[in-house]
């Protein structure tokens, strides 16, 4: 193990051994031991640039979103706060597509995760899929934290919330509908934004 001065290099060092970690399995948990001897450094060194573990958590996630998604509409401050995280929310639901094509992504999760018994192997991919969306959310509501638009808290209420909205939305565009998919969808979004932004801490 080498030795670490607290420098920004094993910051770096630090945050590249977690986003290694999540790339290599999406549902590792970022346990500080694990992250320091990945990284190379010390405990003591690792809680000198993160203090608690939610810090970590917190860095590698804007690491690797930013990494992945620099035009983020979440970036986007010419933008009100509320606009942002909704414009956010449309690109999870854009890739299930409407009608014919919502049916067919909604078909194919039943059946990998809905009709078989619920196995280990098939609990295991379900909580893959469903923490890479849950991060994805985290991450947004951090960075509005860090404008002060949120409260500097575990997100895990409002991230559940947003997920629920989200999924019930996806199911909306696969079924028969008289109203324009595209109003009541917006209106749901805003809808459940201004809870979220407007809800006072627990």
């Known amino acids: ?14 945050l590249a051994a977690a986003a290694a970690m999540l790339a290599e399995d999406v549902t590792a948990r970022l346990s500080v031991r694990a992250v320091a001897a990945r990284a190379g450094v010390s405990t003591g060194s690792l809680r000198f640039h993160f203090p608690t573990q939610r810090a970590l958590q917190d860095a590698v996630l804007a690491r ?3 990494h992945m998604f620099p035009d983020d509409p979440i970036h986007d401050r010419s933008l009100p706060v509320r606009d942002r995280l909704v414009n956010c929310l449309r690109q999870v639901l854009a890739p299930a597509g409407v009608g014919e094509q919502a049916r067919e992504a909604w078909g194919k999760a039943y059946q990998m995760f809905i009709a078989p018994e619920p196995s280990e192997e098939v609990r295991a991919a379900y909580l893959a899929l469903e ?11 951090t960075v509005l934290a860090d404008e002060g638009a949120l409260p500097r808290e575990d997100h895990a209420r409002r991230v559940r919330f947003l997920l629920t909205v989200l999924n019930g ?15 009541s969808e917006t209106e749901t979004l805003y809808t459940a934004v201004d809870c979220v932004l407007s809800a006072p801490t627990a």
Request: no cysteine; hydrophobic share 35%.
């Open 1 to 14: 193990m080498t030795r670490d001065d607290g420098s920004t290099g094993s910051r770096e060092r630090i």
């Open 131 to 141: 923490r890479g969306g849950w991060r994805r959310i985290e991450y947004w509501l």
């Open 64 to 66: 690797i979103y930013d």
């Open 169 to 183: 939305l996806s199911i909306a565009r696969a079924l028969p509908t008289e109203d324009s998919i595209l109003k």
